[in-house]
Structures are given as structure tokens and as C-alpha cells.
T-cell receptor, first 118, second 113 residues
């Protein structure tokens, strides 16, 4: 079945440091890939997504590129802020292909806790 | 008001009790999901529903049941709660067709003692 593996955490950085959180996946077909962020005490929010190979998703200074050859979707940010402290989840969606519709069921990685210090 | 509302936000219950977690949405989405979150395990799918008459088991449905009372309401029940069902539970919605991702509720923290 589909699976998502994220780098082990937690990750602790100083403000303005470069961030990479690795994510690799196993899936049949052509999944869509997502990064979600969960701030303390809140639900998950969609951070960015990519729906086909070589697509780059970006939002709030975060970027991730859909690499089909390496089955990866690593999250990067050039200069983190204290406000970026959160849990980050990589996820994939079974694209289906039944009549062109998407099943839309998400499979999540285990999450990576990021703490940014001033 | 939030797009996806979960009630209660926190609940402590005793082993063996029946408990219901409720979810309602104003997004107009046809698809709804229940996930549980455990530290180090990410989110795991319990049940999902693609419309009122379509209910499907997820990867960890044992010990749980659901009811889709209306397009906008999707409830999760624990018929006889046990301590290893202590977790953070999330309801989510999505729209059919184009992988726009999910909209999540704020979660229900359930503790079974």
C-alpha cells in the first residue's frame, strides 16, 4: 500500500537557519503530494502541494519539489523564524484515475517537530 | 465560525463507556474523514465517507463506528472505550475531483481512563 516516510525529528534550529525536512514516498500510480503544518493546539493546515512530477509547491517561504525519480518531496525554507515552530506532515493522495476523479484519501507521514530558537 | 467544527474539544471518559465525537462542516464538501493522531505515528485513517450513503473503513476501524447523518455531519463513536484509544482525533473534509487537500477541524483530545 501507499506509505510516506519523513526524516526523524525533532529538529531544532536557530532563527534564520536553513531548513530541510526530508520526505520520501511509496505509491502506485501518480499521487499528489502535500505538506501540512500543525501549530500548537490547532488542527492541520495545508502548507503547499504538488500534483505532478517536477511541480514545485511554495507558500510562506517554504518550497518542495515533486521528484518522481527519487520518490521524494523534501520541504525547504531558506531562513526560518520562531513562528515556524510547529509539526510538519508530509502526505500523499491516491489519485485514483477512476473516470478522472480522485479518491482523495490522504496517507500521512509520522510528522516532524520543528523548534526554532531566537 | 470555523469551517469544520468538532465537539467536544476535550473529553475524559472511563473504560467501557460509549462516547460520540461529532463533526460538522460549512464547506459544502461531499467527503469527510476521521483520523486519529498519536505521537510518532502521524495521522491514521479510521473511517471515511464520500457521500451520505457511502461509508468506508480506514486502516484502523476496529473499535470504532461512524454515522453520516447529513452532508454536513459525520460522527465517530467508540462503543466501549479502552485506554489505547486515548488520542487526538481529527475530522477533515475534502472536495471531489481535484486534490485540493483537506480542511481539518481543531481536533478532539480524548482520554480514556
Amino acid at each position: 500500500g501507499d506509505s510516506v516516510t519523513q526524516m526523524e525529528g525533532p529538529v531544532t534550529l536557530s532563527e534564520e537557519a536553513f531548513l530541510t525536512i526530508n520526505c520520501t514516498y511509496t505509491a502506485t500510480g501518480y499521487p499528489s503530494l502535500f505538506w501540512y503544518v500543525q501549530y500548537p493546539g490547532e488542527g492541520l493546515q495545508l502548507l503547499l502541494k504538488a500534483t505532478k512530477a517536477d511541480d514545485k509547491g511554495s507558500n510562506k517561504g517554504f518550497e518542495a519539489t515533486y521528484r518522481k525519480e527519487t520518490t521524494s518531496f523534501h520541504l525547504e525554507k531558506g531562513s526560518v523564524q520562531v513562528s515556524d515552530s510547529a509539526v510538519y506532515f508530509c502526505a500523499l493522495s491516491d489519485a485514483g484515475n477512476a473516470g478522472g476523479t480522485s479518491y482523495g484519501k490522504l496517507t500521512f507521514g509520522q510528522g516532524t517537530i520543528l523548534t526554532v530558537h531566537p | 465560525d470555523a469551517d469544520v467544527t468538532q465537539t467536544p474539544r476535550n473529553r475524559i471518559t472511563k473504560t467501557g463507556k460509549r462516547i460520540m465525537l461529532e463533526c460538522s462542516q460549512t464547506k459544502g464538501h461531499d467527503r469527510m474523514y476521521w483520523y486519529r493522531q498519536d505521537p510518532g505515528l502521524g495521522l491514521r485513517l479510521i473511517y471515511y465517507s464520500f457521500d451520505v450513503k457511502d461509508i468506508n473503513k480506514g486502516e484502523i476501524s476496529d473499535g470504532y463506528s461512524v454515522s453520516r447523518q447529513a452532508q454536513a455531519k459525520f460522527s465517530l463513536s467508540l462503543e466501549s472505550a479502552i485506554p489505547n484509544q486515548t488520542a487526538l482525533y481529527f475530522c477533515a473534509t475534502s472536495i471531489r475531483g481535484l486534490n485540493y487537500g483537506y480542511t481539518f477541524g481543531s481536533g478532539t483530545r480524548l482520554t480514556v481512563v
